[in-house]
């Protein structure tokens, strides 16, 4: 996979939680170009391992002298946001993916309704660039916990000015997608980006008020879970490795040597999705791109977020 080499310019930390990092082309020219809710895929050696995570590109999509990134302190990190904030300084270089959107904003939507919660609020960031650069029509609304916790509420309320809306949990403030849902113009398109009660929730909301489904849009990046370990055969690479607790599939197919593909590492994707030719216990899927029925089958699994539980699990790679 090409990779692009960058070097770390600039960190702040935004709120006790969230770090943004700058990041330069390590030859000091212009990076690739990127559309309003693209991510890269930061690969990290830590002790040997290599972690490769996703990030939202935070900045405008028309200055491509830096990319921008917020990473979370995830509370049961694996290793990736902790190494971001503990040891990752000015002048480290590291490797990023070329940026790829998996979130885009609809060209032709009317009007656009951004719907953010806490660290979700990054995917909009670049795509509020698009929105004013285009002069569409859009709302940002952004709920976060408490008011150290919002990262980017003064940029955000005087760039966005009165389409900007706030809401701060410990302040007793909800929004309330009843109203916003029900009352907007054909054409309108809905995002949302945050944690899974507030996807769930706007999801269900706007299919119940009737929007059409290619009018919702969501981007939930998953982390692999934490899980027992098992063994899996690699039947085209005649290997059989083990998925130790704290690895997905995909990083102990990659640990091991094996080439696999991936865009999101996230369950969203669908890019990594392998066969599975044999199996005689429970597939544990955890993404968003499956659906029932193929997860029902046992056929297909993706292995970025997924894990098993069982003696024999042989895979087509
Ligand atoms: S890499 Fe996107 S679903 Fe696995």
Known sequence: MNMINIKVAAIEQVTPLVKHFTFVNKDGTALPAFSGGSHVVVSLDINGRVHRNPYSLMGSPEDTSAYHISVRKQEKSRGGSEYMHE?????????????????????????????????????????IADLKRTGADYELHYAFRSPEHGAFVSELEQGCGTKFHCYTDSNGERLNLDELLSQQPLGTHVYVCGPNSMVVAVLEKARNFGWPENHIHSEQFLAPPIGEPFKMQLARSNKEILVPAEMSMLEAIEAAGVEADFLCRGGVCGRCELQVLETDGALMHNDHFLTDAEKASCKKIMPCVSRAKCERLVLDI
């Open 87 to 127: 040891n990752v300084a000015v002048g480290m270089q590291f490797k990023i993916t070329y940026p790829v959107n998996l979130f885009s904003l609809a060209k032709k939507g009317r009007k656009h309704i951004l719907i953010a919660g806490g660290i979700g609020i990054t995917p909009f960031m670049s795509q």
